[in-house]
């Protein structure tokens, strides 16, 4: 089992539609969340991190844990073709331990016009 | 303020010879990572600095990879005796502490092995 475990896509979805990202972690300890975009050629762009059960929003980006099911989605509402990219789910391990990231092996959203 | 370079942007070498990639991190950062990604993956950890000791090196594949951090500012990913397999983009990162929660990532380098 993949330690952090994200469907490759792409997730096609018209514009002004809501995209939902979905990520599965396996260590039951895992304690910070992160969600980064990364356009083709370039490096990974921190949009936002959760550490929290519930819904964490930062315009138009809303992050949810749930802990208990070891998930933890990234929602995009008015998607924007300048959304398209790939969204990387990240997970920072637990306490005690070297602050390096995890990451899944992303999703490819594509916003169609 | 600036973000984290890497130089050089692209590097092409031989089978056999050796590389060196450097990251300057962001002003007063002390926390510097190394990724690697590979076509269709997730950056994979390879070494984590804080301040100018190695806190972490438990990603670095085997011991042709090394990388140093004297004065806890630039930091070097030597490669040495390089493998067509360590074509790859080589990502550096740096947080303002080892805890802080935000790693801000350069533009990476390319290293192509021929």
């Known amino acids: 089992q993949k330690e952090v475990e994200q469907n490759s896509g792409p997730l096609s979805v018209p514009e002004g539609a809501i995209a939902s990202l979905n990520c599965t972690y396996s260590d039951r300890g895992s304690q910070s969340f992160f969600w980064y975009r990364q356009y083709s050629g370039k490096s990974p762009e921190l949009i936002m991190f959760?550490?929290?059960?519930g819904d964490k929003e930062d315009g138009r980006f809303t992050a949810q844990l749930n802990k208990a099911s070891q998930y933890v989605s990234l929602l995009i509402r008015d998607s924007q073709p300048s959304d398209s990219a790939t969204y990387l789910c990240?997970?920072?391990?637990?306490?005690?331990?070297?602050?390096?990231?995890?990451f899944g092996t992303g999703t490819r959203l594509q916003v169609t016009l | 303020g600036a973000g984290v370079s890497q130089t050089p942007s692209n590097k092409v070498t031989e089978k056999g010879k050796y590389v060196e990639l450097r990251c300057d991190p962001i002003?007063?950062?002390?926390?510097l990572y190394w990724y690697r990604q590979s076509l269709g993956q997730g950056p994979e950890f390879l070494i984590y600095?804080?301040?100018?000791?190695?806190?972490?090196d438990s990603g670095l594949p085997n011991d042709r990879f090394f990388a140093v951090r004297p004065e806890g500012s630039v930091s070097t990913l030597k490669i040495q005796r390089t493998e067509r397999g360590d074509s790859a983009v080589y990502l550096c990162?740096?947080?303002?502490?080892?805890?802080?929660?935000?790693?801000?990532f350069g533009p990476g380098t390319r290293l192509t092995v021929t």
């Open positions: 959760i550490y929290s059960n």
């Open positions: 002003s007063g950062h002390t926390a």
């Open positions: 990240a997970v920072k391990p637990r306490p005690g331990t070297a602050s390096k990231l995890t």
């Open positions: 600095f804080q301040g100018t000791g190695a806190a972490d």
């Open positions: 990162a740096s947080s303002a502490t080892g805890t802080s929660n935000e790693q801000y």
